[in-house]
């Protein structure tokens, strides 16, 4: 017999009569715990690529920012980035100005889009060098 446990500490946490734990929503699972891992690294490194090409870049409206999981990078002259982790997907997302939309999921030490065709270090890096001509840009791997 399966019941729900409202005040059990980890949500919507489902236990047998016995009491032996069959799912929690809680960030306890191996997966979870690995894709936040990988796709934290992943966000800062892209943060601090950012910002090395704001330091070298004299637009006014240039500018990044991350907080609670979004980076994102006005550009200041082709529009503005969103990048974030989806923790239900096991994904992170990216809103460009240039392709628009993309799903990117770890898949071999990689972020690949979902439809296979991109890797979002060598997307960004191409659309970053066609927007700031003249300037090196490189996104960490």
């Keep these: 017999m399966l019941r729900l446990l409202s005040r ?3 949500p919507f946490c489902i236990r047998r009569s016995t009491g032996a734990r069959l799912y929690s929503g809680a960030v306890t699972d191996e997966a979870t715990r690995r894709f936040h891992e990988v796709a934290d690294i992943r966000m800062h490194s892209l943060l601090d690529d950012f910002d090395a090409i704001g330091e ?4 006014p409206n240039f500018d990044v ?3 609670n999981g979004v980076l994102t990078f006005n550009t200041g002259v ?3 980035y969103v990048i974030n982790k989806q923790p239900p997907n096991k994904q992170i997302w990216l809103s460009s100005p240039i392709s628009g939309p993309k799903r990117f999921d770890h898949i071999k030490d990689e972020w690949i889009d979902s ?4 890797k ?19 996104i960490t791997k």
């Design 8 to 10: 059990n500490p980890a």
């Design 120 to 138: 979002l270090e060598e997307l960004l890096e191409g659309e970053l060098k066609t927007i700031f001509k003249g300037i090196e840009v490189t």
């Design 65 to 67: 920012v991350y907080s």
């Design 56 to 59: 070298k870049c004299d637009h």
């Design 115 to 118: 439809k296979r065709t991109d």
């Design 78 to 80: 082709s529009g503005t």
